[in-house]
């Protein structure tokens, strides 16, 4: 089975951390995403890589980088964490070929206090 | 651009009843059309998707999903529901017209089955 693996399942972070949200996926994917998921917004994507060293902006980028130095690695990165950025993280990787989904992993809770 | 819509937040239906869970959609070219459930405090697991083919797709846990174009519209649907089909349920669309793999999701819908 593919894996994607999230290192944390729930993380509580003071207010101006910096923040590192991990994801590793088994399946040699050239693209990886990350997206926040929020009550009655849905899924909103953040940013998302097709290749290593590459990044492209998602509709939420702002407060957020990212960082992919290794294919199978695709790191999210909270500057200076806000309170608003208290979240359910979704990693998710998948194959360029578009008719295939992405598979994701089980998610980070993110609390900023 | 591609979006989709949800239009129903809850969808309640009694165990052994069918049930159907909504989403219409909107590309400029073809659609690729995905259904997805998230369980609580889980990541998603994909159910089914439409590529190209028969209108109707059959996917995991006897769920399947009618593709109308016309009606821009890829209904979920199951013959008899079960309470452990109670979950949040997202669909996704991506635009073969577009240039990356990203998908774009609705805002999910969440399926409560009552005993």
């Known amino acids: 089975d593919v894996k994607v693996t999230q290192s944390s399942r729930y993380l509580v972070k003071r207010t101006g951390e910096k923040v590192f949200l991990e994801c590793v996926q088994d399946?040699?994917?050239?693209?990886m995403f990350w997206y926040r998921q929020d009550p009655g917004l849905g899924l909103r994507l953040i940013y998302f890589s097709y290749d290593v060293k590459m990044k492209e902006k998602g509709d939420i980028p702002e407060g957020y980088s990212v960082s992919r130095e290794k294919k199978e690695r695709f790191s999210l990165i909270l500057e200076s964490a806000s309170t608003n950025q208290t979240s359910m993280y979704l990693c998710a990787s998948s194959w360029t070929l578009s008719n295939y989904g992405y598979t994701f992993g089980s998610g980070t809770r993110l609390t900023v206090v | 651009a591609q979006s989709v819509a949800q239009p129903e937040d809850q969808v309640n239906v009694a165990e052994g009843n069918p049930l159907t869970v909504k989403c219409t959609y909107s590309?400029?070219?073809?659609?690729?059309l995905f259904w997805y459930v998230q369980y609580p405090n889980r990541g998603l697991q994909f159910l089914l998707k439409?590529?190209?083919?028969?209108?109707l797709v059959k996917g995991s846990y006897g769920f399947e999903a009618e593709f109308n174009k016309s009606q821009t519209s890829f209904h979920l649907k199951k013959p008899s529901a079960l309470v452990s089909d109670s979950a949040l349920y997202f669909c996704a669309v991506r635009d073969d017209n577009s240039g990356y793999s990203t998908l774009t999701f609705g805002k999910g819908t969440m399926l409560l089955v009552s005993p």
């Open positions: 439409y590529i190209t083919g028969d209108n």
């Open positions: 590309v400029s070219g073809n659609p690729y």
């Open positions: 399946m040699d994917h050239e693209n």
